[in-house]
C-alpha cells in the first residue's frame, strides 16, 4: 500500500520537481537547481523531488563528489529554514538510501505515494510505472532492484560500480532511441491503473482525481475523462524546467526561472 502524507499543506507552496539528472558532466543544470533552492521563501511548506535528482546513484562515495556536494547541502539548507524536503527514488537513482538522504535531514519517499492536499487525496509516482507498454523495461526493473541483487552490487569496488552505471547508461540510450515512443510515455493502462488504484497503485484512498508524476520528459497536464487530471513534471536543462505548483490559487504547472506558465499545454 503507498504511504499517506499529511500536513498543514493547505495555505503553504508546495513544489513538485522531478529528473534533474544532475551529474559531474552537466554543471550548468545543478547551478540553475541550486538557484531554485535559493529562491524557495521560508514560507515554503515542502519540495518534493519525484525521481531522478541525479543521473544515476551507485554507491556512498558519491557524497564525496559533485554534484552530491553541492546539492545535499543545498537540500539540507532548505529543512533548517523549515522547508520539509522528500526525496522519491527513480529509474536513475533508486540506489539512492533512506540513510543517505536522512544524512541531510530529506525524508526518504516511496513509489507511489498519496499526498493528502486540502482534503484531496493526490498520487505521486516518479512514472516509469505507468508505461506498461514497455515490457521489457519493467522486467528489467523487477530485476535491478532486488534486494538481494543490490545487496552483491553494493559489495563491489566503487570503480567497478561506475563502469556497469557507464555501460547500463549507454544500453538504455540505445534501447530507448530505437523504441516507437508511444512506448516510453505513459500508457492508457498505466494511468488507470493509477487512477483506480490499481495494481502497484492499489490504495484505499482510490480512486484518484489527480496524478503528478515525471519520467517522460513531456511536461504537460490533462484532463482524463472518467479519471482525473494528470499533470507532467518537465526534465531540467541549464534553463531550467516546468514544475508544478500548489499554493492558495491551486496547482500550476509553470517554468523555472522564467515564470511562464506551462498549463496551456497538454501532455501526450
Avoid at 51 to 58: A, R, V
Avoid at 61 to 87: D, F, H, K, N
Avoid at 130 to 155: E, K, Q, S
Wanted: glycine share 8%; aromatic share 8%.
Amino acid at each position: 500500500m503507498p504511504p499517506r502524507l499529511e500536513g498543514a499543506w493547505t495555505e503553504q507552496p508546495l513544489f513538485f520537481v522531478s529528473d534533474l539528472h544532475l551529474s559531474g558532466t552537466a554543471p550548468g543544470r545543478t547551478q540553475t537547481f541550486l538557484h531554485f533552492c535559493a529562491s524557495l521563501a521560508r514560507g515554503t511548506g515542502a519540495l518534493f523531488v519525484l525521481g531522478d535528482l541525479f543521473d544515476y546513484w551507485i554507491h556512498w562515495r558519491q557524497l564525496e563528489e559533485s554534484p552530491a556536494t553541492e546539492v545535499l547541502p543545498a537540500l539540507a539548507e532548505l529543512t533548517r529554514r523549515g522547508i520539509r524536503v522528500y526525496c522519491m527514488p527513480g529509474n536513475r537513482d533508486f540506489a539512492l538510501t533512506a540513510s543517505v538522504l536522512e544524512r541531510f535531514g530529506i525524508e526518504a519517499l516511496a513509489d507511489p505515494s498519496i499526498l493528502l492536499v486540502a482534503r484531496e487525496a493526490v498520487l505521486l509516482t516518479h512514472g516509469d510505472l505507468l508505461c506498461t507498454d514497455d515490457a521489457a523495461y519493467l522486467r528489467f526493473r523487477r530485476v535491478i532492484r532486488n534486494p538481494l541483487l543490490l545487496g552483491f552490487l553494493r559489495a563491489l569496488p566503487y570503480p567497478v560500480l561506475q563502469g556497469l552505471a557507464r555501460g547500463l547508461r549507454r544500453r538504455s540510450r540505445r534501447a530507448v532511441a530505437q523504441k516507437d515512443l508511444r512506448v516510453t510515455d505513459a500508457s492508457a493502462e498505466g494511468l488507470r491503473q493509477a487512477f483506480l488504484g490499481q495494481g502497484p497503485f492499489a490504495a484505499a484512498e482510490a480512486p484518484f482525481t489527480r496524478l503528478i508524476h515525471g519520467h517522460t520528459h513531456r511536461p504537460g497536464q490533462q484532463d482524463l475523462p472518467g479519471l482525473g487530471r494528470r499533470l507532467v513534471l518537465g526534465d531540467w536543462r541549464d534553463d531550467g524546467a516546468c514544475l508544478v505548483r500548489h499554493d492558495h490559487l491551486g496547482w500550476h504547472l509553470w517554468h523555472f526561472p522564467t515564470g511562464v506558465d506551462c498549463t496551456d499545454s497538454s501532455a501526450p
